[in-house]
């Protein structure tokens, strides 16, 4: 799985998906699942560059503080810790269509393990 991990460093350091990032396009989606959940603290699995939180400030619509909102991604070095910690709400928005066949199982169970309320996918 390392092999893929190092080809997404690669697509993220020629700027990733620049203008068309998926959690833009889902953010009012996500929203309405927040808000049904009552949901505070987030987690992004497969954050990527994080321009959504960084410029376009989405959580702030959703109601998540910068506080409540973690963001992990393995192939972007300051985000690449996965934590041991449960969050209410767990995304992924652009994450298991990368996943290699024989890791999906494993990576679904993690996200999984990390959420209390909800997971999008």
């Not at 953010?27 to 560059?49: A, F, P, R, V």
């Not at 934590?83 to 290699?100: R, Y």
Request: glycine letters at 4%; hydrophobic letters at 30%.
């Amino acid at each position: 799985m390392s092999d893929y991990i190092e080809q997404y460093k690669v697509f993220y350091e020629n700027d990733g998906y620049y203008n068309n990032d998926p959690v833009i396009r889902a953010k009012n989606t996500i929203e309405k699942h927040i808000k049904d959940t009552n949901s505070n603290t987030l987690m992004d699995y497969g954050c990527g560059l994080c321009t959504h939180y960084d410029k376009h400030r989405v959580h702030d619509q959703w109601g998540i503080t910068e506080e409540n909102l973690y963001r992990y991604d393995p192939a972007i070095p300051k985000y690449s810790n996965n934590p041991n910690k449960m969050f209410d709400a767990v995304i992924n928005t652009d994450v298991m269509e990368h996943i290699p066949e024989p890791h999906v199982d494993e990576v679904i169970k993690d996200i999984f393990k990390h959420s209390s309320k909800l997971v999008y996918f």
